[in-house]
């Protein structure tokens, strides 16, 4: 993409350093529990000048890979819709945005919505953001059945169809492979939550995959790659 500047090549690594720091960076698509939107601001500073590939493990909103916009990425999750939503915003943005444009922000609507199981990935995209996008606080949370169970959160104002942002987005996803599941073992950078901690209320924001008794399992994968003071 014309936007995007490359590093001089790093001896250390045989990818081409991949780092791209926009200034008015993108704004995510999706707002996530644990988002570092606020926070990319003082966490950016301590991104390496250059680097080969960006990974991050816990993808969710992806506020900081949006601000940096790297060349290539692996991005993971664990909630195996997320990933498939990213898919669909990477390959079919105009699909996506032809299909939220139909969608109305009312509360009938979005529990007809919420009740709705659509085939197709690209449907399934949409219904993901839209929940996302009008659910009460901005909360992803499933049931015991594996439901999405948050309510309407009456926010009439917003239109679920941000085309520019899908299309910003799509753009920077471009270079990135996506994977659902566990954590990926392979990246040169790895962004960490220091503060990480998992609340009750909160056990099945990724249908219950991860919690803290996985945490050594971070910390050794951390070690093994000499990632970090761990």
Same mark, same amino acid.
């Given at each position: 993409?014309?936007?995007?500047?490359?590093?001089?090549?790093?001896?250390?690594?045989?990818?081409?350093?991949?780092?791209?720091?926009?200034?008015?960076?993108?704004?995510?698509? *999706?707002?996530?529990?644990?988002?570092?939107?606020? *926070? %990319?601001?003082?966490?950016?500073?301590? %991104?390496?000048?250059?680097?080969?590939? /960006?990974?991050?493990? =816990?993808?969710?909103?992806?506020?900081? =890979?949006?601000?940096?916009?790297?060349?290539?990425?692996?991005?993971?999750?664990?909630?195996?819709?997320?990933?498939?939503? /990213?898919?669909?915003?990477?390959?079919?943005? $105009?699909?996506?945005?032809?299909?939220?444009?139909?969608?109305?922000?009312?509360? $009938?609507?979005?529990?007809?919505?919420?009740?709705?199981?659509?085939?197709?990935?690209?449907?399934?995209?949409?219904?993901?953001?839209?929940?996302?996008?009008?659910?009460?606080?901005?909360?992803?949370?499933?049931? *015991?059945?594996?439901? =999405?169970?948050?309510?309407?959160?009456?926010?009439?104002?917003?239109? %679920?169809?941000?085309?520019?942002?899908?299309?910003?987005?799509?753009?920077?996803?471009?270079?990135?492979? @996506? %994977?659902?599941?566990?954590?990926?073992?392979?990246?040169?950078?790895?962004? @960490?939550?220091?503060?990480?901690?998992? =609340?009750?209320?909160? /056990?099945?924001?990724?249908?219950?995959?991860? $919690?803290?008794?996985?945490?050594?399992?971070?910390?050794?994968?951390?070690?093994?790659?000499?990632?970090? $003071?761990?």
């Amino acid at each position: 993409m014309n936007d995007r500047v490359q590093n001089a090549p790093n001896a250390k690594s045989k990818e081409t350093p991949a780092i791209q720091v926009d200034p008015r960076g993108v704004q995510p698509l *999706l707002k996530w529990p644990g988002g570092k939107r606020a *926070l %990319v601001g003082s966490i950016l500073p301590s %991104v390496p000048k250059e680097f080969g590939r /960006y990974f991050e493990p =816990f993808l969710g909103g992806g506020a900081l =890979f949006f601000a940096i916009s790297p060349l290539r990425a692996t991005l993971s999750d664990a909630n195996a819709d997320l990933i498939e939503t /990213y898919k669909v915003v990477r390959d079919r943005p $105009n699909e996506l945005i032809q299909l939220l444009r139909k969608l109305h922000n009312s509360k $009938n609507q979005y529990y007809k919505i919420r009740a709705n199981r659509p085939e197709g990935p690209t449907e399934r995209a949409a219904r993901f953001i839209y929940l996302c996008t009008l659910a009460f606080n901005g909360i992803h949370r499933y049931n *015991l059945k594996g439901e =999405f169970n948050v309510p309407y959160g009456f926010k009439t104002h917003i239109d %679920v169809c941000d085309e520019e942002r899908i299309i910003a987005c799509s753009a920077r996803l471009k270079g990135s492979s @996506l %994977v659902a599941g566990d954590l990926a073992e392979h990246g040169q950078v790895v962004r @960490l939550h220091r503060w990480m901690r998992v =609340f009750t209320n909160h /056990y099945w924001i990724a249908s219950g995959r991860w $919690n803290l008794h996985k945490a050594p399992k971070l910390v050794r994968f951390c070690r093994s790659r000499r990632i970090g $003071n761990l």
